[in-house]
């Protein structure tokens, strides 16, 4: 137990997720518990974390959820370890909730992005189909994230672009897409910004001036791809080419390495596999698998193309460890253990001038 690398997780304190602060310290080392001093509160370690107050083991649980992430369907769980569906489903919910806070808190930061490649994935449910539209980093293969939808559209698109936009700095950046023309609209609206005039009102927005979008439309016969059509529908050719190979070296505008994630999803979401009887029931449950799917792929696997050489060894990267967001692997349990710090404190906005006591916390803890 390391009170120095613990926060409050208490949303009433003004201390919450402030480490190395001083206000934590050990409160019980047999129950494993934390105690702060700024608002007396006591809390577990597990708290915050999708491991928190389960009966079951935690190596169990872990082994379970790493089976869930590599494509292995809730019913083979069921019977191998006798634990009923429900539960299995439940902590599916619980993992794929906590990846998507890991995701927005750490992979949901502006960097260079260079080429973003998007696509759809048709899903078929018990009743009903539902749309999964992603998102891939080209040259570090950073999952940008993902969007559930029943209808592919352009909301579902949207969406999708504003997650891609949280993620980008202002620059030079070439999305790749297919022949769907949401993506042209929801792209511009998505990567613009205000202008300043001077003059009172709403100020316009503009479309970034480096922001590059080309699109590639496969035509088909009898399920096979007879041709091959490359657009650029935003920016010139040749600063679309130079950009394609500055990030993804030799080739032509393309969707390959997205159509490739799209086929380890289908191999490790269970739900997601053609011709199979393991479908999602519902929209949530597919979406947890997905956050867990994706998580796990950028943090818990090494990538074959991100190996780099270490003096005379070959050294594994994650698309995590490519982008700079952490410097090793981590493990499934490493994951879920991670503790995502709530939003700093604010102070209550309240008529009349503050108490001594409130301009004192708001000196100590919104520095």
Same mark, same amino acid.
């Given at each position: ?77 069921? @019977? ?8 299995? @489903? ?55 994230? +993902? ?22 700095? @202002? ?14 609209? @929801? ?63 030799? +080739?032509?505008? #393309? ?6 994630? #799209? ?34 792929? #950028? ?16 050294? #594994? ?51």
């Amino acid at each position: 137990m390391d009170p120095i690398q613990t926060f409050c997780p208490n949303m009433a304190c003004p201390a919450r997720g402030q480490v190395g602060r001083g206000n934590i310290s050990v409160h019980s080392q047999k129950e494993r518990r934390f105690l702060c001093r700024q608002c007396g509160k006591t809390f577990a370690e597990r708290t915050g974390t999708p491991l928190y107050r389960l009966r079951t083991p935690s190596e169990t649980v872990t082994l379970v959820v790493t089976l869930l992430a590599h494509g292995c369907p809730v019913q083979a769980i069921v @019977a191998a370890f006798g634990f009923d569906e429900r539960t299995v @489903a439940d902590w599916l919910g619980r993992a794929g909730g906590h990846c998507h806070a890991v995701h927005e808190h750490l992979v949901e930061t502006p960097r260079r992005l260079a080429q973003v490649q998007a696509d759809e994935l048709r899903v078929k449910m018990q009743g009903a189909i539902v749309w999964m539209a992603m998102a891939l980093m080209i040259p570090t293969r950073l999952w940008l994230g +993902g969007e559930v939808s029943p209808h592919r559209d352009l909301p579902l698109i949207r969406r999708l672009m504003q997650r891609v936009r949280r993620c980008a700095l @202002a620059g030079r950046l070439l999305i790749c897409t297919d022949g769907l023309c949401s993506y042209v609209r @929801a792209t511009r609206e998505a990567f613009r910004d205000h202008i300043s005039t001077g003059w009172r009102g709403r100020q316009p927005l503009r479309v970034w001036g480096r922001l590059l979008i080309a699109q590639v439309v496969k035509r088909y016969d009898k399920r096979r791809v007879v041709e091959v059509e490359r657009r650029v529908v935003h920016g010139r050719a040749d600063q679309v080419e130079k950009a394609r190979a500055a990030s993804s070296g030799e +080739g032509v505008i #393309n969707t390959a390495y997205i159509e490739r994630l #799209n086929g380890t999803f289908r191999e490790r979401l269970a739900s997601l596999a053609r011709r199979t009887r393991g479908l999602a029931r519902t929209a949530t449950r597919l979406e947890a698998g997905m956050w867990l799917v994706g998580t796990v792929y #950028n943090f818990c696997t090494p990538h074959a193309s991100l190996h780099e050489m270490a003096g005379k060894a070959v050294r #594994n990267r994650t698309p995590a460890m490519a982008a700079g967001i952490t410097r090793r692997c981590w493990s499934v349990r490493e994951l879920l253990v991670y503790h995502v710090p709530p939003p700093q404190w604010t102070p209550p906005k309240k008529r009349g001038r503050r108490s001594r006591e409130m301009l004192a916390l708001i000196e100590q803890w919104c520095q």
